[in-house]
């Protein structure tokens, strides 16, 4: 029988997709945001959805609708006044919604939790926050363990790094991190004997989608695929799907498409002309993805990384491949909060590897048990 997950702050669905790609049954994800909910409901149509502020969400209205005790909770609660320098931060207003992650755990007591965030926070304030972290969830009876993941080493084409925090209640469970599956191939490593297998790079994950190069054309909602698969990574995104969709071109302007074409491939504002440099002032302006390596984060503001071999921003579907949501999954709503819930997600495979190493203690505690060991 499958483990059963609940999702808070859940967005559209990676944390979940991930989950179940691992064999997982998510019985409850919760939102606030409606497009992320209409992204959600589509995509994970034996899931139900509670659309509401996790601060007003009682126990009772889950239990209405599930009458059962999760074996995982996971979420990502965001926290942004752990962002600011200063040990007051603790305690700002934004970071109620961590609270409420911790109250949801401690209120259904599941067996493990996953909670995911950016990397800074194991850092800032001289540890202090991560110290408050690990506290809270021991006053509540979990022992707490964490890990900064790349996720190009899971097999996504994305620098995308990321903090896991596991917990196990009473220290029942073993906790495991997953083994990475990826290596870095100009990194100097020592592969004899090794299984590792390379970075799957930007070019490897979108070459098989529409260029929509031409300025006059931007796309439809659903397109053809233009070649085969041309790698196993484009197969696995094509596994459950015949057509593209939300792959529509962002429609610039004739002086942005002109100054980014003056950029070569993994460049950026540096290598354009002086008089251009100062058009966008910040470290990422004009950046050129390149082709030859995974993509860099991909964030919620999609402004500022453009295609490698075409004059716009990345779509929406090659987003997703970058992210690693596989062709089936089909984004809702506008295109800007399609990005948005493209940019706030978990990566899938990422996900799913997190969620097999949890299945690995929960399947070792529940065979010992069986064997009264």
Same mark, same amino acid.
């Given at each position: 029988?499958a483990y059963k997950v609940f999702d808070f ?33 589509y995509n994970h149509k034996n899931t139900r ?171 439809? %909602? /659903?397109? +053809?695929?233009?070649? *085969?698969?041309? #790698? &196993? ?5 094509? !596994? ?17 498409? %002109? /100054?980014? +074409?003056?950029?070569? *491939?993994?460049? #950026? &504002? ?5 008089? !251009? ?38 779509t929406v579907r090659e987003s997703a491949r ?52």
């Open positions: 029988m702050f859940a967005g559209c669905g990676g944390f979940s997709k991930g989950f179940e790609l691992a064999g997982y049954e998510i019985v409850v994800a919760n939102d606030v945001w409606e497009p992320a909910k209409e992204t959600y409901e959805f509670i659309l509401k502020d996790i601060e007003e969400l009682k126990p009772s209205e889950i239990s209405d609708i599930y009458n059962g005790t999760p074996d995982v909770i996971i979420g990502g609660p965001p926290c942004q006044g752990f962002s600011l320098a200063g040990l007051r931060m603790i305690d700002d207003e934004r970071n109620k919604l961590y609270r409420e992650f911790v109250r949801m755990v401690n209120e259904f007591q599941p067996k493990m939790f996953v909670m995911e965030n950016v990397p800074g926070l194991v850092k800032r304030a001289k540890g202090f926050f991560l110290k408050q972290i690990l506290e809270d969830f021991k006053e509540i009876g979990y022992q707490v363990e964490y890990k900064i993941l790349k996720a190009a080493d899971f097999g996504v084409p994305q620098n995308r790094q990321r903090v896991f925090f596991v917990g196990s209640r009473n220290n029942e469970f073993p906790i495991h991190f997953p083994i990475e599956t990826h290596f870095d191939p100009n990194a100097n490593i020592d592969l004899f004997n090794s299984t590792l297998i390379k970075y799957v790079n930007l070019g490897d994950a979108i070459s098989d989608l529409p260029l929509l190069d031409d300025p006059e054309y931007l796309g439809e %909602e /659903i397109q +053809n695929y233009i070649t *085969e698969p041309r #790698n &196993y990574y484009q197969k696995l995104m094509r !596994l459950n799907s015949d057509l593209v969709w939300n792959h529509i071109a962002t429609n610039h302007s004739p002086k942005t498409r %002109e /100054i980014i +074409n003056l950029v070569p *491939e993994g460049k #950026n &504002y540096k290598a354009l002309p002086e008089e !251009l440099r100062d058009t966008r002032k910040f470290n990422v302006a004009w950046t050129r993805l390149s082709s030859k390596e995974p993509s860099s984060t991909v964030d919620t503001g999609h402004r500022h990384h453009f295609h490698p071999w075409t004059n716009r921003i990345p970058i992210q690693s949501f596989d062709d089936s999954f089909i984004f809702q709503g506008t295109k800007t909060s399609q990005y948005t819930q493209v940019g706030n997600a978990v990566p899938p495979i990422l996900a799913s590897a997190i969620a097999r190493s949890v299945e690995s203690s929960l399947n070792r505690e529940e065979l010992k048990r069986e064997l009264h060991v």
